[in-house]
Every structure is written in structure tokens, then in C-alpha cells.
């Protein structure tokens, strides 16, 4: 938990610790029982998890299984080697017994892909599984969508805990559940299956009408014009109406307000308390692949109550250490060639890079944010 009251800040760290501690060390003890449960015989581990209380009960191993053309399979792999385009493709998908057809299914990722070639493996691959995208309507309780998270290490427990932090830290987060993952009867591989960020998602979380934004990896934050089209490839619509003017007018204001403005306005168009919780929140779990790192990973949500934009955690398959957890990493990279972290004192004190020119220091001004280890409430320009 990340604790908001003004105690010193050793203190602080040590309440957050113990927090990831205890949740880690819960994690290990069910991994006895994860393990047992992926070791079952099929039909013990499909009847087990058909009796879940829901699809994202997380006390029980969930089973995935799909069916798909392999030439489908082939042709959509080379279409993502030649032009990096992810097309769907028709599946049929039985999620803990329950069988749907003509779902939609195409690769996730980006960094996770890199390598990924004719002879790659379905099973080992990250998918997003759309129930309704061919077929209207379709859904498992409700949910249309669920994301087959790229591995790191052998049970993915990274993410599963930076997802219950982030709960504990009172900021949007994603249902985690371990699933038995199989595509065509190959071997079954034991995956992170997490909630998609949706309308459904954006709904349950936040309850209020607004739109979702995401950030594309190769993007940037920079004000192009009034025209939405100028944006369509940096920024995708996920959930709510489409419309980019609440994000343009956003960018705008962060690309040309004075310093003045920019410290006066700033609290009146992001929820700066949720955002420096979030900074706090990724160095605490050690990951690097944020907003600020090289994947570009970041939602934004804008509420139409408040009229004020809210920074959205999303992938945290790199948190604790997960660069060197021995599954592949960072593709592309050894444990010791990933990014350097960046300090803890300029992620503490600014916006991600593009948001921060030229005014790294009027946002600290904006914010009064402590430095870590430090009692100063503002610091000089470095």
C-alpha cells in the first residue's frame, strides 16, 4: 500500500515494503497450489475451473483452449513479419469448458514480439481473444475481451502481484487469473490471462462516462492540430465515445501554456495525485517499461465530471526484475543490457519526456512533490 499521510518518508517506504512483502510471499505459498492444479489431468482441471465462481476467480487454474486454421495462423504471422499489421483471425475458443465459435483473435504486443517468426508456436504467443468480434454479442458473463499475457518467468507472479499493488494503491488496475493455455493440442503453458481495457473495464472502474485513450509505442505526446485524424496513429480510442477533442485540447494546453499557466491549470486537467501515485507506484515495483519507458505503455483516461485526464497503468510483465526472470525478458536484450531505470528523482518530479519540455521545473513548482529522502516540498532546477 502506498500510504498518503505525511510521516517520514523511511517510514513510508517501509509500510509500501512490507506491503509488497506480504503479497509476494502469499503469491509464493499459492504457487504450491497453482502447480498442483496445472498438474492435474485435463478433465479434473477443466471441472475444477467450470466450478469457479467467475471467470476471474483467481483461486482456481483457469483452462483455455483454442482450435484455429493453421494456415490462418501462418498467413497472419506473415503478414505481421512483412508490415508488423496484426489482422484477426477466426477461432474457436472453450474457456473452462465453455465452447464459443467464430471468435476473433489477433497477436498483442509489441517489444513481445520481436522475433516472432513462421515458426513460432501458437501457445507461446500473446493474444487478444475477442468473443465479439465476429459474433455480436457474444461474451463470457459479460466479458468480451481477455488478454494471454506474454510471459517472463515460469508463473508470470510478477504481474499477478504488481496488479494486487496496484489495487492496494487505490488506482486503476486489471483482473488476473493463472490459466492452463493451449492452441491446436499442443502442450498447455501456464499463462496470465488479464482483463482487457475495455468499455466493460472502463465501466466497472471508473463508473462515470468518459473515453479511454491509449498510447501507441511508437507515438509521441505532441500537440498536432485540431484534426482527430492526426492522431489516429498515436492514440488509439479503447472505450467510450470517439472522440479525440478532449485529448488534443489536452495535449495543447501541455505543449503552449506559459510556465504561469501550466503550475495555475495543471490540477485542474490531470488528477495530479493519482498520477504522482503512479510514478511512486512503478518505482516501487521496479519496472521500467512505463509510461516513460521505451514501450510507451500508458492509457489515458478523461472523465467528463471533472473534465480532468487520468494516467492508466498497463504491463507489468518487467516489475520485479522481470527483465533477468529467465522466460525471454525484454526481447532482444540479455538482464544486464535492459534500460537504465531513471531516477527516482526526476520520475518523482516530472511529466514523461515529451510532456516535460521545456518545463520539468514548473511541474515541480505545479506539484510540490517531495524528492525521496527528502523533506524539501520543491527543489532547485538541476
Known amino acids: 500500500m502506498i500510504s498518503r499521510d505525511h510521516r517520514p518518508g523511511r517510514f513510508r517506504r517501509g509500510v509500501a515494503t512490507m506491503s509488497v512483502l506480504g503479497l509476494m510471499s ?38 483455455i483452449s483454442i482450435n484455429v486454421d493453421d494456415d490462418a495462423f501462418r498467413a497472419m504471422v506473415e503478414t505481421y513479419e512483412s508490415s508488423e499489421e496484426k489482422e484477426w483471425i477466426r477461432a474457436d475458443v472453450t474457456i473452462d469448458g465453455t465452447t464459443f465459435r467464430d471468435v476473433g483473435m489477433r ?4 517489444s513481445s514480439l520481436r522475433g516472432v517468426d513462421a515458426d513460432a508456436s501458437a501457445t507461446d504467443l500473446p493474444w487478444l481473444i475477442d468473443l465479439d468480434q465476429f459474433v455480436d454479442g457474444q461474451s463470457l458473463e459479460g466479458w468480451e475481451s481477455f488478454v494471454v499475457r506474454s510471459s517472463n518467468s515460469e508463473t508470470a507472479l510478477n504481474e499477478a502481484v504488481a496488479l494486487d499493488l496496484l489495487t492496494e494503491a487505490g488506482l486503476a488496475s486489471q483482473e488476473a487469473v ?23 473495464w472502463d465501466e466497472a472502474t471508473f463508473g462515470t462516462d468518459g473515453t479511454l485513450y491509449k498510447s501507441e509505442a511508437g507515438g509521441d505526446w505532441s500537440y498536432r492540430g485540431e484534426d482527430a485524424e492526426a492522431y489516429t496513429d498515436i492514440f488509439d480510442i479503447e472505450a467510450g465515445a470517439e472522440d479525440y477533442a478532449p485529448l488534443t485540447e489536452f495535449l495543447q ?45 500508458s492509457y489515458l483516461r478523461w472523465d467528463e465530471e471533472s473534465g480532468r485526464m487520468t494516467v492508466v497503468a498497463w504491463d507489468h510483465n ?19 543490457d535492459a534500460p537504465p531505470r531513471a531516477s527516482t528523482r526526476r520520475r518523482a518530479s516530472s511529466l514523461p519526456r ?23 516540498a520543491a527543489t532547485a532546477p538541476a
Open 26 to 63: 502469499a503469491g509464493l505459498a499459492g504457487c504450491t497450489s497453482i502447480q498442483a492444479a496445472f498438474e492435474d489431468e485435463d478433465s479434473a482441471a477443466v471441472e475444477s475451473a467450470a466450478a469457479a465462481e467467475s471467470v476471474w476467480d483467481a483461486d482456481v487454474v483457469h483452462v
Open 107 to 110: 497477436l498483442k504486443g509489441n
Open 178 to 200: 493463472a490459466t492452463r493455455f493451449s492452441v491446436n493440442g499442443e502442450d498447455e503453458q501456464l499463462r496470465l490471462v488479464v482483463q482487457d481495457l475495455d468499455n466493460k
Open 253 to 297: 494546453w501541455l505543449e503552449e501554456s506559459s510556465d504561469e499557466e501550466f503550475a495555475d491549470g495543471l490540477d485542474q486537467r490531470l488528477d495530479v495525485e493519482a498520477f504522482a501515485n503512479y510514478l511512486a507506484f512503478e518505482d516501487l515495483v521496479g519496472n521500467f517499461d512505463d509510461i516513460d519507458g521505451p514501450g510507451n505503455n
Open 318 to 336: 518487467l516489475a520485479f526484475g522481470g527483465m533477468g526472470m529467465g522466460r525471454g525478458g525484454f526481447p532482444g536484450m540479455d538482464g544486464d
Open 354 to 376: 515529451a510532456w516535460s519540455r521545456p518545463r520539468a521545473w514548473s511541474f515541480r513548482r505545479a506539484w510540490s512533490l517531495p524528492r525521496v529522502g527528502s523533506t524539501d
